[in-house]
């Protein structure tokens, strides 16, 4: 390089000119600043309006369930007092015991019949205890009844048991419901029901065979008559005849009772000389009595007095009444009948007097006698005071009955000397 090129000095480029920076001044930045505060004050103040529309709107919607929640107590406290009305005023007690068996609840007729229970506690809570196990051992529901001694007699509860809930994951009933039912009015109840239709049935079979016997025994009594006419002059003959007379009129009067206990016709009135009618029964009575070693007096203070009554069935009566009177005596007893008007200074009643020197009627047993089926004599069948008392009523009259054990009876029949009318009859 020469030296003219080494001296050259090349003059360096200026660079091209750039944009111009804008310097922000302090009033501008203050502006600026100014309006993003502005903008954040905006923001926050909708924000803050916003958050006030929600605490309002929080705060209804909680008043709202205040108010939900406070009525769904009362409800709740309504209902429990409702169904604590409805277990107040069961006829049933209503029992709930946990699964230890102790008890949670009891209703007040519960506590009533539990309470009543006094010397039976025991065997109701043994009723209980083995309702219980019965429950844990997988029944679902138990019925029992138990039979109590209480202070108004003995009583019968029912007891049922069934589970509300069981231990989840044991298997156990958690809690356990018992209803107890007095049930004694109910098994009384059932219990006449089975002996009516027992009677009934019974009733249709002894109505069978008294009408299947009835009609060989009036032959029987009619050849034994005959017999008995034929041995008239045979002493031992007419013992005998009179033994089968005796049997045969026995026979014949337990039919008749039969016949008339289960059917109670209506009576069949008319004038009924009272004093002829006696003469006749006692005729039939005799050789009973002769069969018996026992003696008949009849004392007639009426006369041939007429009485409206049914002959045949007042009759039956007075059979009745004598053969009662035949089983409480033993040999050398005297039946004693007397006709006579029931108060002297009154004549519109008659009393019939049966009087026996038998072994009397013990105390307790005077309301009973009438009732069918009751006897103290074994093979009595206990249905011919039963029949008297319903045909004497039929009548409109009444039978009374006096004794003393050891000093006889006597049994009254008092019936009506006016007319019947013919409802009475009825």
Request: charged residues 25%.
């Amino acid at each position: 390089m020469s030296a003219t090129a080494q001296q050259k000095v090349i003059a360096p480029k200026s660079p091209r000119p750039g944009p111009r920076v804008h310097r922000t001044t302090p009033k501008e930045f203050l502006a600026r600043a100014f309006q993003t505060f502005t903008h954040a004050a905006d923001s926050l103040e909708k924000s803050y309006g916003q958050l006030q529309n929600e605490v309002l709107r929080l705060r209804f919607e909680l008043e709202r369930t205040n108010r939900d929640l406070a009525a769904s107590v009362e409800e709740n406290a309504g209902m429990r007092r409702y169904l604590a009305r409805i277990l107040e005023g069961l006829p049933c007690g209503v029992f709930v015991v946990n699964r230890e068996g102790e008890p949670r609840m009891a209703n007040p007729e519960a506590r009533r019949i539990l309470s009543s229970a006094g010397d039976g506690f025991a065997l109701a809570a043994e009723t209980l205890r083995q309702s219980i196990e019965e429950l844990r051992a997988g029944s679902p529901r138990t019925e029992k009844e138990c039979v109590v001694e209480t202070p108004e007699g003995t009583r019968t509860i029912g007891v049922a048991c069934a589970v509300l809930g069981e231990t989840e994951g044991e298997g156990f009933p958690s809690e356990s419901v018992f209803i107890l039912r007095d049930v004694t009015e109910e098994r009384r109840q059932a219990s006449e029901r089975e002996t009516a239709r027992r009677k009934a049935s019974l009733a249709e079979l002894a109505t069978l065979l008294a009408h299947e016997i009835r009609n060989p025994l009036g032959s029987l009594e009619l050849f034994a008559g005959l017999l008995a006419d034929a041995a008239a002059l045979q002493p031992d003959l007419r013992r005998w005849t009179d033994h089968i007379q005796a049997g045969l009129r026995s026979l014949s009067a337990t039919v008749n009772n039969v016949l008339q206990f289960h059917s109670q016709p209506e009576l069949q009135l008319a004038e009924v000389n009272v004093g002829r009618l006696m003469r006749e029964s006692v005729e039939f009575l005799r050789p009973l009595a002769r069969q018996a070693g026992l003696r008949i007096d009849l004392h007639n203070a009426l006369g041939e007095l007429e009485i409206p009554a049914d002959a045949h069935r007042l009759q039956q009566v007075f059979f009745n009444l004598a053969l009662n009177a035949f089983r409480a005596m033993t040999t050398g007893g005297l039946l004693t009948i007397r006709l006579q008007w029931a108060e002297f200074d009154r004549l519109n009643e008659v009393r019939i007097d049966f009087e026996d020197t038998g072994r009397g009627i013990a105390p307790e047993h005077l309301e009973k006698i009438f009732e069918p089926g009751f006897t103290t004599q074994p093979g009595n069948p206990g249905i011919g005071l039963a029949v008297c008392r319903a045909v004497v009523e039929q009548h409109r009259g009444s039978i009374q009955v006096a004794s003393e054990p050891g000093k006889g009876a006597t049994l009254s029949v008092i019936l009506p000397r006016v007319a019947l009318s013919a409802g009475a009859a009825a």
